[in-house]
Antibody
């Protein structure tokens, strides 16, 4: 059974950093690309970032490009999102999700999601 | 930036057919995907590559993609189908991954 467990969320001041983690089990982690999606309170879903199975390629939404960095350690079955220069508008529930392919194909999609970790940016 | 447009809400009675639309300029060339999100839960994939159902998704869920509009159809909607539904696709520039604004389905 695929299982994704996010952690690392919390309250952070504007401009501050935070790193999210996602521990995977139930599948061969290195065989699949992974991604992050967020959902602001009471709002819809927003794709944030994705990384290939090898970690060699990554994509970012324009809203986080230059501030967020996605990475993975396949030996630990763990996905990360390093977030810098956080803003109030980054406040959201951050979901980790498994992508259906090892590479970031033209039409990649998310086939399993974790339960999310909440990030609140406020002074 | 690329956008996918969904109606904010759809309401049907139990047993009726619910249809949720998603419009986007790149849909003629890109696959559409659909996610179901029940209150307080993580999203679940219900349709991939325009019209395919993952294992475990009931047959009453179907979908199509024609022209600039994708449509999710729930035939004989049940109370447990009440949820927010999001379409997802790729913009024509390639690296844009976009979710629609979501449609709240009410079945009562």
């Amino acid at each position: 059974e695929v299982r994704l467990v996010e952690s690392g969320g919390g309250l952070v001041q504007p401009g501050g950093p935070l790193t999210l983690s996602c521990t995977a089990s139930g599948f061969t982690f290195s065989g699949y690309a992974m991604g992050w999606i967020r959902q602001a309170p009471g709002k819809g879903l927003e794709w944030v970032s994705a990384i290939s199975g090898s970690g060699g390629s990554a994509f970012y939404a324009d809203s986080v490009k230059g501030r967020f960095t996605i990475s993975r350690v396949n030996s630990k079955d763990t996905l990360y999102m390093q977030m810098n220069s956080l803003r109030a508008e980054d406040t959201a529930l951050y979901y980790c999700a498994k992508i259906s392919s090892v590479s970031l194909l033209s039409s990649f999609y998310f086939d399993f999601w974790g339960r999310g970790t909440l990030v609140t940016v406020s002074s | 930036s690329y956008e996918l447009t969904q109606p904010p809400s759809v309401s049907v009675s139990p047993g009726q057919t619910a249809r949720i639309t998603c419009s986007g300029d790149a849909l003629p060339k890109k696959y559409a995907y659909w996610y179901q999100q029940k209150s307080g839960q993580a999203p679940v994939l219900v349709i991939y590559e325009d019209s395919k159902r993952p294992s475990g998704i009931p047959e009453r869920f179907s979908a199509s993609n024609s022209g600039t509009m994708a449509t999710l159809t729930i035939s004989g909607a049940q109370v447990e189908d009440e949820a927010d539904y999001y379409c997802y696709s790729t913009g024509s520039s390639g690296n844009q991954r976009v979710f629609g604004g979501g449609t709240k389905l009410t079945v009562l």
